[in-house]
T-cell receptor, first 115, second 116 residues
Framework: DGGITQSPKYLFRKEGQNVTLSCEQN?????MYWYRQDPGQGLRLIYY???????QKGDIAEGYSVSREKKESFPLTVTSAQKNPTAFYLC??????????????FGPGTRLTVL | AQSVAQPEDQVNVAEGNPLTVKCTYS??????LFWYVQYPNRGLQFLLK??????LVKGSYGFEAEFNKSQTSFHLKKPSALVSDSALYFC??????????????FGKGNQVVVIP
């Protein structure tokens, strides 16, 4: 899983609570990404950030929020507005090269369960 | 939007036999194509990518993929499968977000089961 860490590995949340998933990388990558993985649906992009203090919504951003205050950190908050948050969440990072897309390196994931 | 399709849900293969995992793509312009592998409860690991150049791309763990422009395919192959190759395999293609930034669009994944 390279130089990307995610914590916690398992997370349990009660309905109505916000929770924050941590993602840290020491690869000096500019770009970072958050994906949600559900069985049989592959990976869906939640948010991504190409540079510090900037981020864009992915395909399923509703009910989620992010920040990118430091290059190495890209935390994801799952808010109470997310109706079905139980899933496996994956963070990734990559070099950012103009006009190209470099391979992404993934963290080990956080499994979130809503009780 | 760019997309990839992985038509099979599961691929079963006997150990020692050739392994093929299929992927077709739909893009406008030049495709950037990737293969990743995921072991249970782990993150994805990069296997290989096609940007330009030779149609046969060699990657990690003995895997290779063949880019076929006429068939819009990028199938992943391994000449002799190992039990340890049992995992979930994802094909992905470069896509552009609304802001014009590069991002990846993933297929739904193929479960590979190598039978001893």
């Amino acid at each position: 899983d390279g130089g990307i860490t995610q914590s916690p590995k398992y997370l349990f949340r009660k309905e109505g609570q916000n929770v924050t998933l941590s993602c840290e990388q020491n690869l000096n990558h500019d770009a970072m990404y958050w994906y949600r993985q559900d069985p049989g649906q592959g990976l869906r992009l939640i948010y991504y950030s190409q540079i510090v203090n900037d981020f864009q919504k992915g395909d399923i951003a509703e009910g989620y929020s992010v920040s990118r205050e430091k290059k190495e950190s890209f935390p994801l908050t799952v808010t109470s507005a997310q109706k079905n948050p139980t899933a496996f969440y994956l963070c990734a990072s990559s070099l950012r090269t103009s006009g190209r897309l470099n391979e992404q390196f993934f963290g080990p994931g956080t499994r979130l369960t809503v009780l | 939007a760019q997309s990839v399709a992985q038509p099979e849900d599961q691929v079963n293969v006997a150990e020692g036999n050739p392994l093929t995992v299929k992927c077709t793509y739909s893009v406008s312009g030049n495709p950037y194509l990737f293969w990743y592998v995921q072991y249970p409860n782990r993150g994805l690991q990069f296997l290989l990518k096609y940007i330009t150049g030779d149609n046969l791309v060699k990657g990690s763990y003995g895997f290779e993929a063949e880019f076929n422009k006429s068939q819009t395919s990028f199938h992943l192959k391994k000449p002799s499968a190992l039990v340890s190759d049992s995992a979930l395999y994802f094909c992905a293609v470069r896509d552009r977000g609304r802001e014009g930034n590069n991002r990846l669009a993933f297929g739904k994944g193929n479960q590979v089961v190598v039978i001893p």
